[in-house]
């Protein structure tokens, strides 16, 4: 290296020439992700389930464990950073699935699967009508179990999938095995009538195409072993259940003279015990006393039509605001009241004695899914997941 200096004293500039040797000044190692550690990291992820690995188990999972002896994080300092590791998962997610990971990569996802024996595809269809985007996703051994179900509990979660798509999830508890299952999840983008019309077509659609015959209901097809479906007190869901039930029913097989959806739809329909008593518990933060809150309550268990006419007049009576609103909103759902109230109930007294009362097979699915999976994730991952 040479210094070169002006002959004018004054003058303070100098000029620095480097020898012909290279020079340069690299990025210091914990901050620079060299070629070893990106190729362990993707060898990490791909053990760690590829598209659905999260980026704590790329790091210190059991498989990276195995496959490097400690976290990526202790072999590679440059992974110390958590985002590098976030950002790297993230990139990965994308080499696997060009398209993304939301609607397009979905699409390209089914055609995929639809490649695949059909005993090993998993989403069943896509949809798409009118503004409204639904993911039917079906297992081929689970759908059969589908079939030997006493109920069915049905309800949205909304934690699993980030973004605008929410996860619906189909679960019951399996006699044979003594446990609760998801047997089937749909994706939607909206909770319209016309959302919940698409998504109980594509789910008994997707029953019938993946195990080969239609799900039978007790009550409409005198067969089978489905008594009921367990839902919360959303309208359109409700809704569109007893649209789909008009279309099924044959009232010479099942011996049902009922043009109403919302009068069909409770021969074969409950609502969730356990929202209600939510609901109703709520009146309390409304200025409803608890003797107010225990009469509510009391409903589902009142077997004589003129107390439960009582109760209905007690309700439009009442001095407090609170309680008219809530009874006006059950006013406006004409199916709910009796779904929670087996003596109002049309349902076959044997088929409600015999299912539960709530959702909480969903809910449980619910809280497995998320723990297993983790939350926030974008549509794909919680697909794949």
């Known amino acids: 290296m040479s210094i070169w200096v002006p002959l004018d004293d004054t003058d303070l500039r100098s000029v620095v020439l480097l020898g012909p040797q290279p020079h340069n000044h690299p990025s210091f190692p914990e901050h620079k992700l060299s070629a070893e550690a990106k190729q362990a990291a993707a ?19 059991a498989t990276t464990l195995a496959l490097l002896g400690q976290p990526l994080s202790g072999k590679f300092p440059s992974f110390r950073d958590k985002r590098k590791v ?3 998962v993230h990139a990965q997610r994308l080499e696997v699935a060009p398209l993304g990971l939301e609607w397009l990569g979905i699409i390209n996802a089914a055609e995929e699967d639809g490649r695949l024996p059909a005993n090993e595809q998993y989403i069943r269809s896509t949809i798409s009508q009118q503004g409204i985007h639904i993911v039917v996703t079906m297992n081929p051994v689970l759908a059969e179990l589908i079939h030997t179900c006493r109920f069915l509990a049905c309800d949205f979660t909304f934690k699993r999938v980030h973004g605008k798509f929410n996860e619906w999830e189909v679960a019951s ?15 939607s983008d909206s909770m319209s009538l016309e959302a919940f019309r698409l998504i109980w077509d594509g789910f008994f659609r ?5 195990t080969r015959h239609s799900l039978h209901f007790k009550a409409f097809h005198k067969s089978g072993n489905l008594s009921t479906i367990i839902c919360d007190a959303d309208a359109p869901q409700a809704q569109a259940l007893g649209e789909y039930f008009l279309k099924i029913n044959r009232p010479m097989v099942s011996g049902i003279e009922e043009s109403l959806p919302e009068r069909l739809l409770l021969y074969a329909f409950k609502s969730c015990i356990f929202h209600f008593n939510q609901n109703a518990s709520g009146l309390s933060k409304k200025g409803a006393t608890a003797e107010d809150v225990n009469k509510i309550l009391s ?9 439960r006419l009582y109760f209905k007049t007690w309700c439009e009576e009442h001095p407090l605001e609170s309680i008219k609103s809530w009874y006006r909103n059950k006013l406006g759902l004409p ?21 539960p009362n709530t959702s909480n097979s969903s809910e449980i699915s619910h809280v497995i899914s998320n723990r297993k999976t983790t939350t926030g994730l974008p549509l794909l991952t919680a697909i794949s997941a």
């Open 86 to 88: 976030r950002d790297f």
């Open 43 to 61: 060898q990490c992820f791909l053990a760690a389930g590829g598209v659905t690995a999260k980026p704590s188990t790329v790091d210190s999972g």
């Open 335 to 355: 199916w709910y009241l009796p779904s929670v109230n087996r003596f109002e109930s049309p349902m076959d007294r044997e088929l409600w004695i015999t299912t």
């Open 299 to 307: 409903y589902p268990s009142i077997k004589d039509p003129e107390t």
């Open 206 to 210: 997707a029953v019938e195409t993946t």
């Open 173 to 187: 508890f399996l006699d044979g095995i003594n446990e609760n299952l998801t047997l089937a999840r749909l994706y």
